[in-house]
């Protein structure tokens, strides 16, 4: 397999006026929010924020059941 990018089965991608678009470092500077939130939903969180979700709930439903044994 050939990945020549001057094959011309594989042509570089061109703008409008025919120049060559690195469209790589074009997506990644391209700030727009309206895909940003779908990059987030997309992209997992990380195990560390997971755990510090679950032991934030725990300690809530820990007082809560406090609260339940002591008649408040």
């Given at each position: 397999m050939n990945n020549d990018s001057n094959n011309p089965a594989n042509p570089l991608p061109t703008d409008t006026a025919g120049k060559p678009v690195n469209v790589v470092e074009r997506d990644l500077q391209d700030r727009d929010d309206d895909t940003r939130a779908v990059d987030e939903v997309i992209t997992p969180t990380s195990t560390r924020v997971k755990e510090q979700d679950a032991e934030e709930l725990r300690r809530k439903t820990?007082?809560?059941?406090r609260k339940v044994a002591d008649g408040n």
């Open positions: 820990d007082e809560i059941e």
